[in-house]
Structures are given as C-alpha cells and as structure tokens.
C-alpha cells in the first residue's frame, strides 16, 4: 500500500515540475519518460 502511496507522490512532483517548465515529458511506445528543460536547477 505504502508504494502506491509512494508513487502517486512522486507522480504529483513530476506534474508540478513540468507545469513549472523545470521538465518536459516524452511519451514513447506508452513509456513514459521526463528529461531536465534546458539549464534548469531543481
């Protein structure tokens, strides 16, 4: 239970990130990936 916690967690902080333009999201073959935009110090 406590990874799916865990997960969800991790996913949010994700979002906000790229909501922030710190990282962007690339979908491939359903896999998804986040790579750093540019310079930006997180």
Known sequence: M????ATGEAIAHLRYLEEK?????????G???FGV???ARL
């Open 37 to 39: 935009n540019g310079r």
């Open 21 to 29: 333009k710190l990282i962007h999201r690339r979908e491939t073959e």
């Open 2 to 5: 406590q990874r799916w916690f």
């Open 31 to 33: 896999v998804i990936a």
